[in-house]
């Protein structure tokens, strides 16, 4: 979860069918046929952990997971793996093959 939506005034909600979270603020609620209406969130992890842009949801009964569950750890990441190839990855192309194309070109001028 992004550090920025972690919030001790906030319940959170997850859609375990779309794969989501939805987060529920305190924020600009208003009332519409005695439904109180607030500020929510969704956060997709699958996705990069893409938020959406705040939209008015129903301040009702929904599952509330804890919110010592949620962490901003960077190695609870679901992505982590892909992220670790894709550095490898870098490492290779952008240190080691101009190492040694640079140990080639000038190798034989450094050997004492």
Known sequence: MPQNMINNN????????DNYFVIHT???CYYNYNTEYCDCYKVYPNMD???TN???CYNGNYASINKNDLT??????????????????LCIF???IPFKIISRIFG?????
């Open 10 to 17: 906030w319940s959170y909600e997850i859609n375990a069918d």
């Open 26 to 28: 305190r924020n600009n």
């Open 72 to 89: 901003s750890d960077y190695w609870y990441r679901i992505d982590l793996d892909k992220i670790l190839i894709i550095f490898a990855i």
């Open 108 to 112: 034989r001028w450094l050997k004492v």
């Open 49 to 51: 952990y893409i938020t």
């Open 54 to 56: 705040a939209f008015a």
């Open 94 to 96: 952008g240190i080691i």
